[in-house]
């Protein structure tokens, strides 16, 4: 596992995307793994800086998201749908075609997930998997548990997720209780994944992930099993961390 820690939110941001741009440098047709939230929307916008200075293209870039609201549909601007294509595709020059996230209106959600995970396997799976972490160390909408659940499913959202998630709706009985996700077997399959984390309100859950046992009630420690895994954070986000063998830290 390597950690890098970033100066503050815009630094951390800007080394995210870079990680980003070589990526797509070193394989134009890339498969990346999205994430929504507020931690990564400064990365995209460095992404679109990039783009826009001819540095980088997505012309050949398939983009699968992690997770979609259940019972939103696209034209809401809460359905990460619309988050996706504001704040980042309608930026780049993705194709349309090659951009996915699970229907959270579809009338079969079970199959919705088995052909979101189809997808996913027929593109010869995700190379970059970008990340956030809930305060639960959820990834994805993967929530604590008793077990680590494999492939795309539908998952009842914890309270302290749609707590944390009402910042964004008008009124509380707004918030959706029920998400899609990639699994936390589709997460682990990827190539390569980074995890973004800023603030000190997750030094706690990201001191967790990186130096506490693996567990599924913090589903994130399950990254430190992976092989090649990034966590870029921004100083208040380390502050926790403890050093130990099998960490690279770095600036
Ligand atoms: P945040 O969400 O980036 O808005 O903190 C992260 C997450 O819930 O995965």
């Known amino acids: 596992m390597r950690v890098i820690i970033g100066k503050d939110?815009?630094?951390?941001?800007?080394?995210?995307?870079?990680?980003?741009?070589?990526?797509?440098?070193?394989?134009?047709?890339?498969?990346?793994?999205?994430?929504?939230?507020?931690?990564?929307?400064?990365?995209?916008?460095?992404?679109?800086k990039l783009f826009n200075d001819e540095t980088i293209s997505f012309k050949d870039v398939v983009a699968v998201n992690l997770d979609e609201y259940i019972g939103l549909s696209k034209e809401n601007p809460n359905s990460?749908?619309?988050?996706?294509?504001?704040?980042?595709?309608?930026?780049?020059?993705?194709?349309?075609?090659?951009?996915?996230?699970?229907?959270g209106m579809a009338v079969d959600l079970e199959r919705e997930c088995q052909e979101y995970e189809n997808l996913i396997r027929q593109n010869d799976g995700i190379d970059l998997q970008v990340l956030g972490i809930g305060?639960?160390?959820h990834i994805g909408f993967n929530e604590p548990?008793?077990?680590?659940?494999?492939?795309?499913?539908?998952?009842?959202?914890?309270?302290?997720?749609?707590?944390?998630n009402s910042r964004f709706f008008q009124k509380d009985d707004e918030v959706p209780k029920r998400a899609i996700t990639m699994g936390v077997k589709t997460i682990m399959n990827a190539r390569k994944i980074i995890?973004?984390?800023?603030?000190?309100?997750?030094?706690?859950?990201?001191?967790?992930?990186?130096?506490?046992?693996?567990?599924?009630?913090?589903?994130?420690?399950?990254l430190q099993?992976?092989?090649?895994?990034?966590?870029?954070?921004?100083?208040?986000?380390?502050?926790?961390?403890?050093k130990k063998e099998s960490i690279t830290l770095c600036t």
Do not use: W
Not at 83 to 97: A, T, Y
Not at 200 to 221: F, R, V
């Open 135 to 137: 305060n639960n160390g």
């Open 195 to 222: 995890l973004l984390a800023n603030g000190p309100e997750k030094a706690e859950t990201i001191y967790k992930a990186i130096n506490g046992k693996i567990d599924p009630a913090l589903p994130a420690s399950i």
């Open 80 to 103: 990460y749908r619309y988050f996706m294509n504001d704040i980042f595709f309608n930026h780049v020059d993705v194709k349309p075609e090659n951009i996915y996230i699970p229907d």
């Open 145 to 164: 548990d008793l077990k680590f659940e494999g492939v795309t499913h539908c998952i009842d959202l914890d309270e302290e997720t749609i707590k944390a």
């Open 225 to 242: 099993l992976h092989p090649d895994v990034t966590f870029i954070l921004d100083k208040e986000a380390a502050c926790c961390i403890e």
């Open 9 to 48: 939110y815009n630094d951390m941001s800007k080394k995210a995307a870079n990680m980003v741009a070589a990526q797509i440098l070193l394989k134009p047709n890339s498969v990346l793994g999205l994430a929504t939230g507020s931690t990564p929307v400064m990365t995209y916008n460095y992404l679109i």
